[in-house]
């Protein structure tokens, strides 16, 4: 994982709320500049605002980052947390990536490094509120496989600092220490993403939507160790690429949530672990 830094201080137009946030639609986005606007720090780790495809002004904002940035520390392998209280705050970032205030959460909605790397808080805001007392509206995420060759951005809200690159493939299984990931991202090596910057989103620079989330890297060329990943393939092959880092998909989460943002594991096309 790229480490959470323990103990370190960090520094869309909205509808009425009965109907969807603008921009619902992913496959009417526009190619956007990618800023920090929505980027949010965490106490040890990055993060970012998000909505859904059909989220609504009106509903509780969520944040994006890693499972193992939880507050509550890294989930064992099989373990899901999902609707625990959390009174967390986040720093907000402007375009320019200088603080607008602090947001909180009041549960962590889902937790895992089981398969995937992600946790998904719930805010005592709204995206409404939010858009009206700040002036960020939240970066959505994709429905749609990443593609290979797609040219993205990690962008850290604890560092303030954006990566550029391209994805370079996925990894059939990505195992790290006791945790495995399925069908992972892998950068192209000039995202040479470091500790801190765990939970960016990865932004899909031809939509600007949130394709991935940002979780490790080989750091030492170590094989399927504790920040060494490995990839396994179908025939249980393993390779280690030293100095190339990974993220989580996240193409996945929408089809885990109801209207009103709310979670249901239990959705025809969900496919996130379960407890």
């Known amino acids: 994982?790229?480490?959470?830094?323990?103990?370190?201080?960090?520094?869309?137009?909205l509808l009425s709320g009965a109907t969807a946030l603008a921009g619902a639609s992913p496959a009417s986005a526009a190619p956007v500049a990618v800023t920090y606007a929505g980027?949010?720090?965490l106490s040890n780790c990055?993060?970012?605002?998000?909505?859904?495809?059909?989220?609504?002004?009106?509903d509780p904002a969520l944040v994006l980052s890693n499972g193992h940035c939880l507050e509550t520390g890294f989930p064992g392998p099989g373990q899901v947390l999902v609707n625990r209280s959390s009174s967390r705050s986040f720093t907000l970032l402007g375009a320019s990536g200088g603080s607008l205030g602090t947001v909180r959460a009041n549960k962590i909605v889902y937790g895992t490094m089981t398969d995937t790397d992600i946790s998904i808080y719930q805010l005592t805001?709204?995206?409404?509120?939010?858009?009206?007392?700040?002036?960020?509206?939240?970066?959505?995420?994709?429905p749609n496989h990443p593609t290979q060759g797609a040219a993205i951005k990690v962008v850290s809200g604890y560092w303030k600092r954006t990566y550029s690159c391209s994805i370079d493939g996925f990894a059939y299984r990505l195992k790290e220490g006791a945790w495995t990931w399925k069908d992972s991202v892998r950068y192209t090596s000039s995202c040479n993403t470091i500790g801190?910057?765990?939970?960016?989103?990865?932004?899909?620079?031809?939509?600007?939507?949130v394709t991935a989330v940002n979780n490790t890297g080989n750091e030492d060329g170590e094989r399927c160790t504790d920040n060494n990943p490995c990839e396994v393939d179908q025939n249980g092959n393993v390779t280690v690429r030293q100095g190339i880092n990974y993220a989580e998909e996240t193409y996945g989460i929408p089809a885990c949530f109801a209207p009103g943002n709310r979670l249901d594991l239990t959705l025809a096309g969900c496919v996130l672990p379960r407890p």
Not at 1 to 11: D, F, N, R, T
Not at 47 to 58: D, E, I, K
Not at 196 to 209: F, H, M, Q, W
Request: charged content about 10%; aromatic content about 4%; some cysteine.
């Open 1 to 13: 994982m790229k480490k959470p830094l323990i103990g370190a201080s960090c520094a869309v137009l």
């Open 39 to 41: 980027a949010v720090a």
């Open 46 to 58: 990055s993060g970012s605002l998000v909505r859904l495809p059909n989220s609504t002004a009106a």
């Open 125 to 142: 805001s709204t995206y409404a509120s939010i858009q009206s007392r700040y002036g960020i509206s939240p970066l959505t995420i994709s």
């Open 196 to 209: 801190g910057t765990s939970g960016s989103p990865v932004i899909d620079t031809a939509t600007g939507l």
